[in-house]
């Protein structure tokens, strides 16, 4: 005669489960901390790449600003217009003052 041979069933005890949650709690530390230092990296670059276009336009800027200034001096206007052979004539000068 064959014996029959009843398996008994395995229960999680509080000491499995414990293990069970603290692997899955240190696999979702190691993935959180890899994602959070790929973003800041990204962002750090991002960072440097605005800043560096900032400085390029601030140069820009200047250089306009240079430009302008020089283009608004009254010599240069004047030495155009005496280029073109206009005179200045003082009866067709009007004075504009802002106050009253």
């Known amino acids: ?3 029959i041979v009843k398996k008994k069933r395995r ?3 509080l000491n499995g489960i414990a293990i069970i949650l603290f692997s899955f709690s240190l696999i979702a530390w190691l993935a959180s901390s890899l994602l959070v230092n790929t973003m800041n ?15 390029v336009l601030k ?3 200047q ?3 240079y430009e302008i200034s020089n283009l608004e001096n009254k010599d240069r206007v004047f030495a155009a217009a005496t ?3 206009l005179d200045q004539v ?3 000068i009007i004075s504009v003052s802002g106050e009253e």
């Open 90 to 92: 003082s009866d067709n």
């Open 41 to 55: 990296t990204k962002l750090t670059m991002k960072i440097q790449t605005m800043n560096e276009e900032l400085t």
């Open 59 to 61: 140069s820009q800027n």
């Open 83 to 85: 280029a073109a052979n």
């Open 11 to 13: 229960r999680l005890s």
């Open 63 to 65: 250089s306009l600003t």
């Open 1 to 3: 005669m064959a014996k």
